[in-house]
Every structure is written in C-alpha cells, then in structure tokens.
C-alpha cells in the first residue's frame, strides 16, 4: 500500500469524481488504503444524513475494495508530537486531522486529500490532491 485516501477524497470518489477514479484505477487499487478515523467520519456522514441506507451501502462497498489502517501505538506517539508541535507554533489542526496525518506517516503513506491548507502544517507529510490533477 502507498497511499492513504482522506476523507474528503472517499466522498468526491463516492460522489462521482473522475479525476479520482482515474486515479485510483490507475495506481491500482491494493496500493490505497484509508484510516479509521476516515471510516468513522463516513459512518458519521451516513447516519447524520437523509439517505441512510444507500451512504451505509456506500461505506461497505468502501471497506471491501480497499485497506483499512488502524490508529496504533507509533500512530499515538506521532499524534502527541504533531499536536504538541503545531500547538506550540499556534497552528493547531483538529484532533482527527492530526490522527489521519499521524496514521500516514507511522505507515509511510501518502496522504491523498483536497485540504490542503490543514495538512500542509503537519512536518514531513507527504500530500498529493487528486481532486485538483
């Protein structure tokens, strides 16, 4: 695996977006992956909105094509750094922002996102925006 897919790019890619899909398709679907963080966010999505069952189905389609990577012990440590770090330079991030960012980089991932603006304050992260290519 090689690249970990944010949650914003699950939801343009399950809303239709092209770019992603030629992408993904492209770079072969065992090299993604997404975090846990991701998945409870979707299920968050699901169930806060007015199409339920077809956003749960969305998600279960989700998780059998694709990696799911686990928030562990060297993702933790990484989290308290990152945190620790930003909110020293006043550039804090939320909390989920800062746990997908740690699980990319405790597993030597790309992380695949459109927010940019977040991410880029995360040392050493390396980012790629398929929505934007």
Request: aromatic share 8%.
């Amino acid at each position: 695996m090689k690249y970990l897919l944010d949650t914003d790019t699950l939801i343009y890619w399950l809303k239709g977006n092209k770019k992603i899909e030629e992408k993904a398709l492209a770079v072969g679907l065992e090299q993604l992956g997404y975090s846990i963080i991701s998945h409870a966010e979707l299920y968050f999505g699901a169930y806060n909105s007015e199409q339920i069952d077809k956003n749960l189905q969305a998600i279960h389609m989700v998780n059998q094509k694709l990696a799911l990577v686990g928030f562990n012990a060297a993702s933790a440590q990484l989290f308290g750094k990152i945190k620790a770090d930003l909110k020293q330079q006043g550039n804090i991030i939320l909390d989920a922002d800062i746990m997908i960012a740690a699980i990319a980089l405790s597993n030597e991932l790309v992380l695949v996102t459109n927010n940019e603006k977040h991410f880029v304050r995360v040392p050493n992260l390396n980012i790629e925006n398929w929505v934007l290519k």
